[in-house]
């Protein structure tokens, strides 16, 4: 089993935060009607894509009946509907859609994850949730190393999480840290980081974030990369 395989393994064996254990349990218990046949996930849930992935893209949280019930991060929730459309659209997902964890989806070149693994109360987890996950992400981060040049952090809570993240795991990150806005970008030593608003209901329905301002960030982050399937 290589290293991203056994993490993502372990990451789905997690149990260290009882507010976040109990909630994403209940979820699955009492599920959402629509889903009423669904066998939900339940658990933590791990990144999703390849192993020597050259772009990385970082949310949030799983959602309580998008990643908690398919086990898939961005799966099955309006926001994965946002975030993998705009993938297909530059070139980096094989399909415009993300409904299932066997449908079939490919990443091209990408990896997606989340500073917190499991789906948090009203999709807030406290800092003290964030910081007990953080280790996962460092670990990610350093078996991705080898092969990433670019990662889009998508939301102020993300890049809370990802610059200290990025620290441990051997960047060199300025201090004071960077401030989060759309379309920052943050140069460190073979890395550009790149913020993006989060594709939540909240920021997409009211136009605060686009699908062309997405496709900008995916497009520009892409090339800082080195994929060269972007378009």
Not at 15 to 39: G, N
Not at 62 to 81: E, V
């Amino acid at each position: 089993m290589d290293g991203l395989a056994d993490l993502d393994q372990r990451v789905a064996g997690c149990r260290a935060c009882p507010r976040l254990v109990a909630w994403r349990e209940e979820v699955a218990r009492t599920k959402r009607a629509a889903f009423a046949d669904w066998t939900y996930w339940g658990r933590p849930v791990p990144g999703f894509g390849l192993g020597d992935a050259r772009l990385l893209i970082v949310g949030l949280a799983p959602a309580a009946h998008g990643g908690n019930r398919t086990g898939r991060m961005f799966t099955g929730d309006r926001s994965g509907d946002v975030l993998y459309q705009a993938l297909y659209d530059v070139g980096l997902a094989s399909q415009p859609s993300s409904v299932s964890a066997d449908d079939g989806l490919e990443l091209y070149g990408v990896r997606v994850t989340a500073p917190v693994h499991c789906a948090p109360p009203a999709n807030k987890p406290t800092p003290g949730e964030r910081d007990t996950c953080r280790p996962w992400l460092v670990q990610e981060l350093r078996l991705l190393r080898p092969t990433v040049r670019a990662v889009v952090v998508l939301g102020a809570f993300g890049w809370q999480a990802t610059l200290p993240a990025l620290a441990e795991a051997g960047w060199s990150v300025p201090r004071p840290r960077p401030v989060f806005g759309h379309g920052v970008r943050v140069p460190l030593d073979g890395l550009d980081i790149f913020g993006c608003f989060h594709v939540s209901q909240r920021n997409t329905f009211t136009g605060r974030l686009t699908p062309a301002m997405l496709r900008d960030v995916l497009r520009t982050a892409a090339g800082a990369a080195g994929l060269s399937r972007a378009n």
